[in-house]
């Protein structure tokens, strides 16, 4: 009953594995999908074989999962709304995605991505069982996704004078309908001051969707009285496209591109970062100093 779990078949079974109206086995003969109503009245049981088990509640725990895991607020309350509902959570979660083209993609590269694993833990299982060594599971990355999605360019004064408006008032709203009262209004004033740059000082790299719409960008200033160093002025993604690795691809354009101008440093004030992206800058090679975050540009 040795078969090769090739690229086609796998692809039949996820279909199967979905399919929550019907049974679905494997004909080892044939490498087809067929329902259990349609084996033969007398079956050669060496080559029907049980699919991997994928129930509703599978299903639910996926949606879950994806919508614990997104960083995006807006979207994460409105997938949390839905699961919180009861009623028509398949459907009315998709149709939650659907308004988040980029998203929706992100959730369905998600949800192949544990429909393999769970697909790979039966047909290693088999393979154990026919004395053969167990297949290794690749993980799948998100950068091809992230360039697909999105579009990352140099900033532009000329192109993009309004985004620092933009994105002051947007997270200022944020905040105040994060933290009520006098709180939000403080936390949205220190925004405000701390991301008050002229637009035509600073450089660093946007990034918009594939339908043009703003969805961040970092600046920074070079500094007169430190010869060869650059200060972040401004990082900033959209609510709605966070935990996407948006920022993470920003800050890797703008090293890049101060290391080819000949900088010396790039520095980052500590005040202007959360602890997870504290966590992302030292991954990137950035070191604590002080208050800031700081990162030689002239070391590999």
């Keep these: 009953m040795i078969f090769e ?25 044939s490498k087809n999908v067929i329902p259990i109503s349609d084996i033969p009245e007398s079956p050669d049981e060496e080559n029907i074989c049980s699919l991997p088990f994928w129930s509703s509640s599978d299903g639910y725990n996926l949606l879950e999962t994806f919508a614990e895991t997104l960083r995006a607020p807006v979207i994460r309350r409105e997938l949390k709304a839905v699961l919180a509902n009861g009623r028509g959570v398949f459907r009315n979660y998709k149709n939650v995605l659907k308004k988040y083209p980029e998203i929706e993609r992100r959730f369905q590269k998600f949800k192949v991505k544990e429909m393999r694993l769970r697909l790979m833990d039966w047909y290693n299982a088999l393979r154990e069982s026919w004395g053969l060594e167990k297949l290794s599971q690749e993980s799948d990355d ?80 070079s ?61 990137m090679g950035f070191e604590k100093k002080g208050f800031a975050f700081v990162v030689n540009l002239q070391q590999d």
């Design 142 to 221: 998100y950068g091809d996704l992230l360039l697909s999605d999105f579009v990352f360019r140099e900033y532009d004064f000329l192109k993009d004078e309004n985004c620092i408006a933009f994105l002051k008032k947007d997270r200022s709203e944020e905040l105040k309908g994060e933290f009520s009262g006098a709180l939000g209004q403080a936390l949205a004033h220190i925004w405000q001051c701390q991301t008050t740059v002229q637009p035509k000082s600073v450089d660093g790299f946007v990034c918009h969707t594939q339908a043009d719409d703003f969805a961040g960008c970092l600046l920074y200033e």
């Design 5 to 29: 779990l090739t690229d086609s078949l796998a692809e039949k079974i996820l279909f199967a594995m979905e399919n929550q109206e019907e049974e679905f086995v494997l004909d080892v003969n």
């Design 223 to 283: 500094l007169d009285c430190a010869e060869k160093t650059a200060i972040l002025s401004v990082c900033f993604v959209h609510q709605n496209y966070r935990g996407l690795g948006i920022a993470r691809e920003l800050l890797a354009n703008c090293i890049s591109k101060l290391k080819e101008r000949g900088f010396y440093l790039f520095v980052i004030a500590d005040s202007m970062i959360s602890e997870e992206t504290g966590t992302m800058l030292s991954q």
